[in-house]
T-cell receptor, first 113, second 113 residues
Framework: EAAVTQSPRSKVAVTGGKVTLSCHQT?????MYWYRQDTGHGLRLIHY???????EKGDIPDGYKASRPSQENFSLILELASLSQTAVYFC????????????FGHGTKLSVL | GDSVIQMQGQVTLSENDFLFINCTYS??????LFWYVQYSGEGPQLLLQ?????NKGSSRGFEATYDKGTTSFHLQKTSVQEIDSAVYYC????????????FGAGTRLKVIA
């Protein structure tokens, strides 16, 4: 069974602090994604990667950085956390084929105070 | 740019009612269309997908159809049950080179017993 594991499951951060969200997949997938979920906005793409050591900007990359040190791991970094970044963050992976689906992790609930 | 519009934010039904959720999409490429379901406290998971070639998909009593003329695709179920209460997302994967997924805003379904 394809698996995507996120850590931590929840986090409380202070405004201006640095936050790192981690994601690990055992699917042997090329593509990994970071989404943000907010009520009324659905799932919005922050960053994605299709190969190790390379990341691409998604639709809402401002205030976020990403790192893909290996095929299995993909991190989302908030260098200076802000109140507006309070949300649930989902990591996902997919294979390269045209009809391949996304496999999501359970999400990380981030509260910035 | 690519977009998916999902207008129904919340739907409340009684058990055995008919469910219909509609999405429209816009792209210059050749998309594959998906429906994802998200149960409380979990990440989204694939419900079913529809390729343009097939025009229809089905899973777990749900059926999705695709209308190329109106660039719309919808999800329906003849008789919903309380366990179907969840958030449903339509999504599109752009095959035009970057393999991004674009999601609708989501429809929260509440089924009353």
């Amino acid at each position: 069974e394809a698996a995507v594991t996120q850590s931590p499951r929840s986090k409380v951060a202070v405004t201006g602090g640095k936050v790192t969200l981690s994601c690990h997949q055992t699917n042997n997938h090329d593509y990994m994604y970071w989404y943000r979920q907010d009520t009324g906005h659905g799932l919005r793409l922050i960053h994605y990667s299709y190969v190790a050591d390379s990341t691409e900007k998604g639709d809402i990359p401002d205030g976020y950085k990403a790192s893909r040190p290996s095929q299995e791991n993909f991190s989302l970094i908030l260098e200076l956390a802000s109140l507006s970044q309070t949300a649930v963050y989902f990591c996902a992976s997919s294979d390269r084929g045209s009809n391949e689906r996304l496999f999501f992790g359970h999400g990380t609930k981030l509260s910035v105070l | 740019g690519d977009s998916v519009i999902q207008m129904q934010g919340q739907v409340t039904l009684s058990e055995n009612d008919f469910l219909f959720i509609n999405c429209t999409y816009s792209t210059t490429g050749y998309p594959t269309l998906f429906w994802y379901v998200q149960y409380s406290g979990e990440g989204p998971q694939l419900l079913l997908q529809v390729t343009t070639a097939n025009n229809k998909g089905s899973s777990r009593g749900f059926e999705a159809t695709y209308d190329k003329g109106t660039t719309s695709f919808h999800l329906q179920k003849t008789s919903v049950q309380e366990i179907d209460s969840a958030v449903y997302y339509c999504a599109m994967r752009d095959m035009a080179g970057n393999y991004k997924y674009v999601f609708g805003a989501g429809t929260r379904l509440k089924v009353i017993a």
